[in-house]
């Protein structure tokens, strides 16, 4: 069964990057998308991007500007780097992996979830 | 404002059928992109119910069970049980979002 572990600060100041980092074990990062998915306290669950395993990458259009998603397969690692924040963006990021059905993509193995919260 | 569109809440007795609704559109679950289901227990990440509009995952009881009819997606969950009061959340693709996965706004299912 694989595993997934998110790891970064959990307090960001307002403006700068955020940077999280997802660390797989118990399998090959290959041949997967990889997708972090971000909610708000109280709130539900937003899609914020994802990385296939040839780094090529998608985002969801409102955060498009800001995300960067990459890939360190000798580390078995994804990252998140989420540019000017503001407590707009504090909340809990998970990490997950995406499984492909016959017609779509599902999260079938979640990290745990790590809270960020941007404030000076 | 979600993408596909669940009631905010939903409750049953122990027992009771209960079911949780997800619109969408001609651009997501309409155009025949599959609807997944997910539960959220309080303080944890969420789990994958269903995956392709009916398949449970190994390990999923099958008081859960997933069906899709042109734009909707609808959860029925049977035998109502108190650990199934949770959040439930859909989740589909949207062809008018390059590359986007989208979530509903979530259900909270209370069990009285």
């Known amino acids: 069964q694989v595993q997934l572990q998110e790891s970064g600060p959990g307090l960001v100041k307002p403006s700068e990057t955020l940077s999280l980092t997802c660390t797989v074990s118990?399998?090959?990062?290959?041949?997967?998308?990889w997708s972090w998915i971000r909610q708000p306290p109280g709130k539900g669950l937003e899609w914020i991007g994802n990385?296939?395993?040839?780094?090529?990458?998608n985002s969801d259009p409102s955060l498009k500007s800001r995300v960067t998603i990459s890939l360190d397969t000798s580390k078995n690692q994804f990252s998140l780097k989420l540019s000017s924040v503001t407590a707009a963006d504090t909340a809990v990021y998970y990490c997950?992996?995406?499984?492909?059905?016959?017609?779509?993509?599902?999260?079938?193995?979640w990290g745990q979830g790590t809270l960020v919260t941007v404030s000076s | 404002q979600s993408v596909l569109t669940q009631p905010p809440s939903v409750s049953g007795a122990p027992g009771q059928r209960v079911t949780i609704s997800c619109t969408g559109s001609?651009?997501?679950?309409?155009?025949?992109?599959?609807v997944q289901w997910y539960q959220q227990l309080p303080g944890t990440a969420p789990k994958l119910l269903i995956y392709?509009?009916?398949n449970r995952p190994s390990g999923v009881p099958d008081r859960f069970s997933g069906s899709k009819s042109g734009t909707s997606a609808s959860l029925a969950i049977t035998g109502l049980q108190a650990d199934d009061e949770a959040d439930y959340y859909c989740?589909?693709?949207?062809?008018?979002?390059?590359?986007?996965?989208?979530f509903g706004g979530g259900t909270k299912l209370t069990v009285l």
């Open positions: 001609r651009l997501n679950i309409g155009a025949g992109y599959d």
């Open positions: 989740q589909s693709y949207d062809s008018s979002l390059s590359g986007s996965r989208v």
């Open positions: 392709g509009n009916t």
């Open positions: 118990g399998g090959s990062i290959g041949s997967y998308y």
């Open positions: 997950a992996r995406e499984g492909r059905s016959n017609s779509g993509w599902f999260f079938d193995n």
């Open positions: 990385i296939f395993f040839s780094g090529s990458t």
